[in-house]
């Protein structure tokens, strides 16, 4: 995609502090950190997001994630990681080519993922997992 900023940055038309590539992936530092090492593995073929890849280029991106991940939690000396993938505006992807965030983490960095808690009323539970089983591909 001509207009997409990662797609720029995998073809280097935009500079970016690169972490790792492969024939697949690529991955750099993000330019606006939640902590020191916060790195962005994409694909390097433009997709959306997870509902658009296809099961190789979701494999290729996972296993490229487990080594970034075991880098940035070394070279940072980190105590822990997020890992997580923003799909669609509601879930707070903002850059529509897929990506996942590695975000380092330390005991008392201030960062908190989930803030709030949406118990299930009775018999909602097993209606919801019916209804997403039913929809699985």
Known sequence: MD???FCKII????????????SETFAFLSTNPNNHGHTLVVPKKH??????MDEHSV???AL????IARGVYK???????????NNEAPAGQA?????????????NDGLHSWNKSTPYQEDEKEQIAEQ???NVA
Do not use: Y
């Open 132 to 134: 997403i089983f039913n």
């Open 64 to 67: 490229a994630t487990q080594k």
């Open 11 to 22: 073809k280097g038309d935009i500079p970016c502090t690169k972490v790792w590539e492969d």
């Open 3 to 5: 207009d997409c900023i």
């Open 95 to 107: 850059v529509f080519h897929a990506h996942i965030h590695i975000i380092p983490r330390f005991t």
């Open 75 to 85: 070279g940072v000396k980190a105590e822990g990681v997020n890992i997580i993938m």
């Open 47 to 52: 997709f959306r997001n997870i509902f658009d």
């Open 59 to 61: 494999t290729s991106l």
